[in-house]
């Protein structure tokens, strides 16, 4: 983090089948070692076979699914004289949509067995569901904000 001035968030260009930047930015966090031309042979692949199965538009299925992960509510460590409080806080709508997709890549990339795109798929039905790894998570964090709601007012 920079001391002096803010960070310009970078626009990203849209995704080429959907003209989604939102996609877009999923294909670029699935993407490992550059490989953008595999991540979206995978995304795209997977994003059918979850679309199909849900008997869903693509688009609106993936939109779905990532806004049933994305938290509300988040803790962070505030110390306050010597103590260590975690002090619950909402998370920005740009935040929420980042972990929800870091949550859902790494939860498919944890599952056995399977090529990329069926464990992709899987976790993208899950999540649309509201099942699922990504939904347990975003609940666990809202417990997390829930139990420390007592020190709410160590919030800056």
Same mark, same amino acid.
């Given at each position: 983090m920079p001391r002096k001035k803010y960070v310009k968030r970078r626009d990203v260009s849209p995704d080429p089948k959907y003209q989604s930047e939102e996609v877009q930015k999923f294909i670029n966090c699935l993407m490992r070692k550059g490989k953008k031309s595999l991540a979206?042979? /995978?995304?795209?692949? *997977?994003?059918e076979i979850a679309s199909k199965r849900a008997k %869903?538009?693509?688009? +609106?299925?993936?939109?779905r699914a990532?806004?049933?992960?994305?938290?509300?509510l988040e803790v962070k460590a505030r110390r306050v004289g010597g103590a260590t409080y975690q002090v619950p806080r909402e998370v920005r709508m740009q935040r929420g949509t980042s972990l929800a997709m870091r949550w /859902?890549?790494?939860? *498919?990339?944890?599952?056995?067995?399977?090529?990329?795109? %069926?464990?992709?798929? +899987?976790?993208?039905?899950?999540?649309f569901k509201g099942e699922g790894n990504g939904i347990r998570k975003?609940?666990?964090?809202?417990?997390?904000?829930e139990a420390n709601?007592?020190?709410?007012h160590y919030r800056w």
């Amino acid at each position: 983090m920079p001391r002096k001035k803010y960070v310009k968030r970078r626009d990203v260009s849209p995704d080429p089948k959907y003209q989604s930047e939102e996609v877009q930015k999923f294909i670029n966090c699935l993407m490992r070692k550059g490989k953008k031309s595999l991540a979206q042979t /995978i995304f795209y692949e *997977a994003i059918e076979i979850a679309s199909k199965r849900a008997k %869903e538009e693509p688009l +609106a299925f993936f939109k779905r699914a990532i806004e049933n992960v994305r938290p509300l509510l988040e803790v962070k460590a505030r110390r306050v004289g010597g103590a260590t409080y975690q002090v619950p806080r909402e998370v920005r709508m740009q935040r929420g949509t980042s972990l929800a997709m870091r949550w /859902i890549i790494n939860f *498919a990339r944890g599952r056995k067995g399977l090529p990329m795109e %069926e464990k992709l798929a +899987a976790e993208l039905l899950d999540a649309f569901k509201g099942e699922g790894n990504g939904i347990r998570k975003k609940e666990e964090t809202h417990r997390m904000a829930e139990a420390n709601r007592a020190f709410a007012h160590y919030r800056w």
